[in-house]
């Protein structure tokens, strides 16, 4: 069974920090989406079959995915947060071809 648990949302002003962090079971997390109020849900970050990273242009320079794998788990660290970035962030993994998603963590960047 496949369960994704992500943790450490919340409020911060323009220009802070939060780190999120996925904990997974059944499967290995492969990544962040969001999804804000009215809008689809995008990908922000996440990591390839062969490893590497990919990251919406949007937060690139600002966000920085990690992995532990022997704690199965992958972080988002999001720095110089912007009131655009307010969204819920899903943790993703794919697994046999069937996506899984998180229960979300809401973000919200407002002063």
């Known amino acids: 069974q496949v369960q994704l648990v992500e943790s450490g949302g919340g409020l911060v002003q323009p220009g802070g920090s939060l780190r999120l962090s996925c904990a997974a079971s059944g499967t290995s997390p492969g990544g962040w989406y969001r999804q804000a109020p009215g809008k689809q849900r995008e990908l922000v970050a996440a990591?390839?079959?062969?490893?590497?990273?990919n990251y919406a242009d949007s937060v690139k320079g600002r966000f920085t995915i990690s992995r532990d794998n022997a704690k199965n788990t992958v972080d988002l660290q999001m720095n110089n947060l912007k009131p655009e970035d307010t969204a819920v962030y899903y943790c993703?993994?794919?697994?046999?071809?069937?996506?899984?998603w998180g229960k979300g963590t809401l973000v919200t960047v407002s002063s």
């Open positions: 990591f390839t079959t062969i490893g590497t990273t």
């Open positions: 993703y993994a794919r697994h046999y071809a069937i996506d899984y």
